[in-house]
Nanobody
Framework: QVQLVESGGGLVQAGDSLRLSCAASGRTVSSSAMGWFRQAPGKEREFVATINRSGGTFYYAASVKGRFTISRDNAKNTLYLQMNSLKPEDTAVYYC?????????????????WGQGTQVTVSS
């Protein structure tokens, strides 16, 4: 199976920034669309951002638009999520995911591979 390994999470204060990374095995990044999702305690996993195969098309959840930026480096098989102006409500476990299709998707059920998750905690 395809392996996705996340890093970059941590404990920060409101207004700070974090950059999450997701390293993919094989040719995962170059051959598929990818996305970021998050899950807060007691809540279901929700969509954050998605990017297409080539990196030229992307979409964001309304709650993070203008603050978060999704990007990818296919040569390095790596997906990124730059998070600025973090808020306490951004606190969650963040997951990267990949789908076999080259086009973007916001639906959890349309992704085939998932990372282990990385904790992001934002204090007030």
């Amino acid at each position: 199976q395809v392996q996705l390994v996340e890093s970059g999470g941590g404990l920060v204060q409101a207004g700070d920034s974090l950059r999450l990374s997701c390293a993919a095995s094989g040719r995962t990044v170059s051959s598929s669309a990818m996305g970021w999702f998050r899950q807060a305690p007691g809540k279901e996993r929700e969509f954050v951002a998605t990017i297409n195969r080539s990196g030229g098309t992307f979409y964001y959840a309304a709650s993070v638009k203008g603050r978060f930026t999704i990007s990818r480096d296919n040569a390095k098989n790596t997906l990124y999520l730059q998070m600025n102006s973090l808020k306490p409500e951004d606190t969650a476990v963040y997951y990267c995911a990949a789908r076999q299709s080259s086009t973007t998707s916001y639906r959890l059920g349309e992704y085939d591979y998932w990372g282990q998750g990385t904790q992001v905690t934002v204090s007030s």
